[in-house]
């Protein structure tokens, strides 16, 4: 049985139109990346329910979750399930052939389980290969991260990973969950806590409806990812959701990969490759480190800056500590900057001219150095 169309879908068109378009020629092999609770699966699913789609595959439409596929093996046996083959040592070519009977759309739902394991990546990676072999056979794999799997002939252009819902969207999500009843002031400062992160939306605007804005800012400040991690869906689960990407091979094989994300965390602005090797932050492989956390999307960049998003931010800094000696050369140098600036009273005296401050960056400066003092002083 195939999973419903998502009820509440805002804030994807351009993602599911460029999706649906890879269909005009021939089958396409598509991925859809991003972060945790950033609405891959809901993409595949409005991707699943197309009514293009739907009319061009009819019911030849497979979607596999592969939430509890830790092997190849195991991953093999889902669509063999879903053909309602009989489990053997011959299964893969079973479900090959099968496949290659007639058009079809496979989704296969949070690969990564199964992907991520060096154990099991170069195996997994063959069979997606034999799938992709199948002429007639269009693909969607959804994965948490920024990597798609080897040695297979990803459509182009390759559909860029997805990013948290643009403010309109947001808003929509949250009223159509919690009805438009709240002061709007409540509602933007909710959803300024969850980064317009639709999973985060969603946990946030149930918890309004239950009880009211107020109520959830309040216990926010108390219980701030914890707030969103009393379900019993571990799909739900944020803080579940996010530790499970914590402890993916790509970061827990860098010994300094958690505490450059510790140090990001806490530094809402994020930082540029050279301020990363400027400041001498006693990490090894500081730049293999942002790129494991980039290839894991549990960072993203922005400009030239690595930054967090602050549903993880706040997770980190929760349930672990950056060392003060971490954070001592950010630290310095933003407080005396910010010294400077108020001595100068918004000017900076060079070769004898007034030069203004770029506000911007001076409130950059403000926001970065206050969060450093916000956690120090908060034990961190």
Not at 96 to 111: A, S, T, Y
Not at 232 to 251: C, E, F, G, T
Request: aromatic share 6%.
């Amino acid at each position: 049985m195939l999973p419903s169309k998502p009820k509440i879908f805002h804030g994807r068109d351009t993602e599911l139109a460029d999706i649906v378009g890879q269909f005009t020629l021939a089958a396409p092999r598509i991925a859809i990346l991003g972060p945790a609770g950033i609405g891959k699966t809901s993409l595949a699913k409005a991707a699943l329910h197309n009514p293009d789609l739907v009319l061009k595959y009819e019911d030849n439409r497979i979607f596999v979750g592969c939430d509890s596929a830790s092997t190849k093996e195991e991953l093999v046996t889902l669509p063999g399930v879903h053909l309602r083959l009989n489990p053997g040592k011959h299964l893969q070519r079973q479900v090959i052939h099968h496949l290659n009977l007639q058009p079809c759309l496979l989704i296969l739902d949070n690969l990564e389980t199964t992907w991520e394991p060096s154990s099991s990546r170069r195996e997994t990676e063959a069979f997606l290969s034999l799938l992709a072999d199948i002429q007639s056979l269009a693909m969607i794999i959804t994965m948490r991260g920024a990597e798609r799997p080897a040695n297979i002939p990803w459509n182009h252009p390759f559909l860029h990973p997805l990013m948290p819902l643009n403010q309109e969207a947001a808003r929509r999500t949250f009223i159509d969950i919690a009805e438009d009843i709240h002061e709007s002031s409540d509602v933007d400062r909710i959803l300024l806590l969850t980064n317009n992160m639709p999973l985060v939306i969603t946990l946030m605007a149930h918890l309004a409806d239950a009880e009211d804005c107020p109520t959830v800012l309040s216990r926010w400040e108390e219980e701030k990812t914890g707030l969103l991690s009393q379900v019993y869906d571990k799909k739900s689960n944020l803080d579940l959701s996010i530790s499970l990407s914590l402890s993916r091979p790509r970061v827990t094989s860098l010994t300094s990969a958690m505490e450059l994300l510790n140090l990001l965390s806490i530094l809402p602005d994020g930082l540029s490759d050279a301020e990363l090797i400027h400041y001498k932050f006693p990490l090894e492989n500081i730049l293999s480190c942002k790129a494991a956390l980039l290839c894991t999307s549990l960072a993203y960049l922005s400009g030239q800056k690595v930054k967090v998003l602050l549903p993880i931010r706040e997770y980190v800094q929760k349930y672990h500590s950056a060392k003060f000696e971490m954070i001592e050369p950010l630290f310095w140098h933003y407080k005396d900057l910010l010294q400077l600036f108020k001595d100068n009273l918004g000017t900076i005296i060079r070769k004898n001219q007034n030069c203004p401050i770029d506000p911007h960056r001076r409130h950059r400066c403000h926001r970065q150095w206050a969060s450093m003092i916000a956690r120090w002083e908060g034990g961190g």
